[in-house]
């Protein structure tokens, strides 16, 4: 089934110029680029972007208190708390404040089932856990035991859309009216 769906290369990955690679990739696999822009979104935008509910808060929270007993972390120690929705909550900060920190390139890939396609080409958002022979497994750098040290987010160079319904809103979201 023909599908759009929203990729963003964040600011880690267009800091070291990955673009290009990325793209290539995506294109090489049989994806058509809609639209695409190069931008420094505003905190209202990745506001938007990440969901406001406490279903999210708590899954993300859950997620990182997972992946911080995989790595024997305390999470209390360096979260100040062991709640998922507080922890969601910080993420959703770290987030918001790792987003607007530099350029970023959005685009509306089209293609055959591209929401799933897409997610499974990107891998698992903890670079670490990821197939080397994913987005993320093949470039990414960061960890999440540093990245939870430093009191931030994973810088894993990419976001794609994990649902139809999720990419239709995001597509709204980053490109609005225009003729996408």
Not at 22 to 27: D, L, P, R, V
Not at 70 to 83: A, T
Request: glycine share 8%; proline share 4%; hydrophobic share 40%.
């Amino acid at each position: 089934m023909l599908e759009r769906t929203l990729v963003i290369l964040k600011p880690d990955a267009v800091q070291r110029k990955l673009c290009g690679k990325i793209i290539s990739i995506f294109e090489d696999a049989g994806f058509n680029i809609v639209k695409a822009k190069l931008l420094t979104p505003s905190k209202d935008l990745v506001e938007r972007h990440y969901p406001n509910n406490n279903n999210w808060f708590i899954g993300a929270g859950n997620k990182s208190i997972s992946n911080f007993k995989e790595q024997g972390l305390d999470i209390k120690e360096v979260m100040g708390s062991e709640d998922p929705l507080e922890i969601g909550k910080t993420i959703k900060k770290w987030l918001v404040e790792y987003m607007t920190s530099g350029p970023v390139m959005a685009m509306v890939l089209e293609g055959n089932n591209a929401v799933k396609n897409v997610r499974k080409m990107c891998g698992n958002t903890i670079p670490s856990n990821a197939d080397p022979s994913t987005i993320r497994g093949r470039f990414s750098i960061d960890s999440s035991d540093v990245a939870n040290a430093e009191h931030r987010p994973v810088s894993n160079l990419i976001h794609a859309s994990g649902e139809v319904d999720e990419a239709n809103y995001e597509i709204s979201l980053w490109f609005g009216s225009e003729n996408v």
